[in-house]
Every structure is written in structure tokens, then in C-alpha cells.
């Protein structure tokens, strides 16, 4: 009788639980179609746990987690175009509408030689700005692309940046700027390639001059593992909200400020840094700009001029 009476009491017992898997089987592939259907935006709920179900609805969750990132970076992505579309156009049709107008105006046979000449030169200008956006654009689209690859190896970094320095003399004399300069004499070593060194230093520069409201600094520090390359200007029209967009592809701090670059220049410095497993990073100190690189050093402890 004991041995009915507990088989009966296990049977009753199995039976039950099948019943309360079941409904929550049930309840979780409504809960799947309610989603699918969009009619519900939530992550599974159980009524009823058991370890494996628990673990089904665990994975469940991850997936759903995972696609609402996939999804939230597709819509981020695709508003970036948008906009990078957008600012694209903007940019194109300016030098252009520029170059179409000038044009009219030299077919106009009565207009004088002097006239004529200055109408050239402005075209001239704007074609040649229409040259760069599109290269910058170009060469950001193909540092992006994810088979785009660099020449890594050990290059020299002191000599490398003194090169790029001397090149940007008549550029310092004309904005009146005399650069303070602090490097490093040792032989600092990274891994890196150096044309892109190179193109990240320059567009720093560049920009360094184009926005710096009194002196440049430039300044390379290193410690055990990394080397640093700072450099700094003031920029007292720049807010901290500026530094989350400053890399942001044709972003310009000063929208009204036309001819002043494509907006390009920091996003390319980023991209060939990240492609050098490198770091660039921007700070707001006391109204400075300060733009770092760092990258992991192979040589040991430098020190400091």
C-alpha cells in the first residue's frame, strides 16, 4: 500500500510539474511572439523555475540584449551617414555653386582683365578646397575600411617628429607663433607606421594652428611603457561638450567659420592611430586644448631632456 501510495504521490507530483513546464513553455513562446510582433519590449519573465528553463530564459535575455545593441549601433550608424551625407553635400555644393557662378560671370565678354583675373583666382581657390575635402573624405572612407592595413614596425619617434616640426616653419612664422617645444633627445622607439605618424602629427599641427588663439606647445613625455605626444593651444571658444564631438567627422566647433577645413583632419588623426593600436584623446584644461598620442614605447626608461 506505502509503495502505491508513493508511486501515485510521484506520479501526481511529475504530472504537476510537466503541467507547470508546459504553461511556462507556453508563456514564454507567447512572450516571443508578442515581441516578434513588436507588441511587447521587454526580456522573458518566468512564473515557474526550474534550472533549466532558467538557463534557456538566460540566453534568451542575451540574445535580446545583443540585438537591441546590434540594432541601437545600426540606427547610430546609420544617422552618421546621414549627417556625413549631409555635411558632405553641404561642403561640395558650397565651392561649387562658387566656381558655377564665377563662370558666368567670365562669359561675360565686357568684364575687365583685372576683373577676370580675380574671378580666376577664386575659382582656382575653390576648386582646389573641393580637392581636398574629397581626398580627405576619400582617405577616411579607405583608413575606415576594415582591410585597410599599415606598415608596422619600429620607427624612430624623436627624429620623425622634429621632420614633421621644420615643415610647418612658414606656417608658425605667418600666424606670428613661435612654438615652445619640449622633446626628448633619447632614441624612443614605437611600433607604429611612420606616414601615418606623420599624417597624425600634421593634422594635429594643423589644427593647433588653425584655432590656437596665442602659442603652441608641444611636449613628449614618456614613462616605463608609453610614450606621450601633447599637443596644446589655447581655445577659448571650445566647451567640454565639444571634446564628445571633436573626432566626429566634419565637425567644426565654429560652424560659421567657412574655408576653415573640411572637418575631417581630427578624424583621420584618430582612425590611423587606432589602426597603430595607439590612443588619441582630447582635454580641456584652464581654456587649453590639450591633443594626446600615446603609444606603447619598446625601448627602456627614456629620460627626459
Given at each position: 500500500?506505502?509503495?502505491?501510495?508513493?508511486?501515485?504521490?510521484?506520479?501526481?507530483?511529475?504530472?504537476?510539474?510537466?503541467?507547470?513546464?508546459?504553461?511556462?513553455?507556453?508563456?514564454?513562446?507567447?512572450?516571443?511572439?508578442?515581441?516578434?510582433?513588436?507588441?511587447?519590449?521587454?526580456?522573458?519573465?518566468?512564473?515557474?523555475?526550474?534550472?533549466?528553463?532558467?538557463?534557456?530564459?538566460?540566453?534568451?535575455?542575451?540574445?535580446?540584449?545583443?540585438?537591441?545593441?546590434?540594432?541601437?549601433?545600426?540606427?547610430?550608424?546609420?544617422?552618421?551617414?546621414?549627417?556625413?551625407?549631409?555635411?558632405?553635400?553641404?561642403?561640395?555644393?558650397?565651392?561649387?555653386?562658387?566656381?558655377?557662378?564665377?563662370?558666368?560671370?567670365?562669359?561675360?565678354?565686357?568684364?575687365?582683365?583685372?576683373?577676370?583675373?580675380?574671378?580666376?583666382?577664386?575659382?582656382?581657390?575653390?576648386?582646389?578646397?573641393?580637392?581636398?575635402?574629397?581626398?580627405?573624405?576619400?582617405?577616411?572612407?579607405?583608413?575606415?575600411?576594415?582591410?585597410?592595413?599599415?606598415?608596422?614596425?619600429?620607427?624612430?619617434?624623436?627624429?620623425?617628429?622634429?621632420?614633421?616640426?621644420?615643415?610647418?616653419?612658414?606656417?608658425?612664422?605667418?600666424?606670428?607663433?613661435?612654438?615652445?617645444?619640449?622633446?626628448?633627445?633619447?632614441?624612443?622607439?614605437?611600433?607604429?607606421?611612420?606616414?601615418?605618424?606623420?599624417?597624425?602629427?600634421?593634422?594635429?599641427?594643423?589644427?593647433?594652428?588653425?584655432?590656437?588663439?596665442?602659442?603652441?606647445?608641444?611636449?613628449l613625455n614618456c614613462n616605463q611603457s608609453t610614450v606621450e605626444l601633447a599637443i596644446s593651444n589655447p581655445a577659448p571658444q571650445l566647451k567640454e561638450e565639444d571634446l564628445f564631438h571633436l573626432f566626429d567627422r566634419f565637425y567644426k566647433v565654429d560652424q560659421t567659420r567657412k574655408g576653415k577645413g573640411t572637418g575631417l583632419g581630427l578624424s583621420i588623426a584618430k582612425g590611423l592611430m587606432k589602426k597603430m593600436n595607439g590612443s588619441l584623446t582630447a582635454?580641456?584644461?584652464?581654456?587649453?586644448?590639450?591633443?594626446?598620442?600615446?603609444?606603447?614605447?619598446?625601448?627602456?626608461?627614456?629620460?627626459?631632456?
Amino acid at each position: 500500500m506505502y509503495v502505491t501510495i508513493f508511486s501515485v504521490s510521484m506520479a501526481l507530483f511529475f504530472f504537476i510539474r510537466f503541467m507547470f513546464l508546459k504553461r511556462e513553455i507556453q508563456s514564454v513562446t507567447r512572450q516571443l511572439q508578442d515581441r516578434h510582433q513588436k507588441k511587447i519590449d521587454r526580456k522573458i519573465n518566468l512564473a515557474f523555475f526550474d534550472n533549466h528553463l532558467e538557463k534557456l530564459a538566460k540566453e534568451i535575455n542575451i540574445q535580446i540584449d545583443e540585438t537591441k545593441q546590434a540594432s541601437a549601433q545600426k540606427r547610430r550608424t546609420e544617422n552618421e551617414l546621414k549627417q556625413a551625407i549631409s555635411n558632405i553635400s553641404h561642403d561640395i555644393r558650397t565651392p561649387m555653386t562658387s566656381i558655377l557662378g564665377y563662370i558666368q560671370f567670365l562669359e561675360d565678354d565686357n568684364v575687365p582683365s583685372e576683373i577676370r583675373k580675380e574671378y580666376i583666382l577664386t575659382i582656382k581657390s575653390s576648386a582646389l578646397r573641393l580637392k581636398v575635402l574629397l581626398e580627405d573624405f576619400f582617405e577616411l572612407s579607405v583608413i575606415e575600411s576594415t582591410d585597410y592595413s599599415l606598415n608596422i614596425e619600429s620607427i624612430q619617434l624623436h627624429d620623425l617628429i622634429l621632420e614633421v616640426l621644420v615643415g610647418f616653419y612658414e606656417e608658425f612664422n605667418q600666424k606670428h607663433i613661435e612654438p615652445t617645444i619640449h622633446i626628448m633627445k633619447e632614441d624612443i622607439r614605437i611600433k607604429a607606421d611612420s606616414s601615418a605618424v606623420k599624417r597624425v602629427i600634421e593634422n594635429l599641427v594643423i589644427n593647433a594652428l588653425k584655432h590656437s588663439t596665442g602659442n603652441v606647445t608641444i611636449n613628449l613625455n614618456c614613462n616605463q611603457s608609453t610614450v606621450e605626444l601633447a599637443i596644446s593651444n589655447p581655445a577659448p571658444q571650445l566647451k567640454e561638450e565639444d571634446l564628445f564631438h571633436l573626432f566626429d567627422r566634419f565637425y567644426k566647433v565654429d560652424q560659421t567659420r567657412k574655408g576653415k577645413g573640411t572637418g575631417l583632419g581630427l578624424s583621420i588623426a584618430k582612425g590611423l592611430m587606432k589602426k597603430m593600436n595607439g590612443s588619441l584623446t582630447a582635454e580641456l584644461t584652464e581654456g587649453h586644448l590639450f591633443m594626446k598620442c600615446e603609444w606603447k614605447i619598446i625601448t627602456d626608461n627614456p629620460q627626459k631632456e
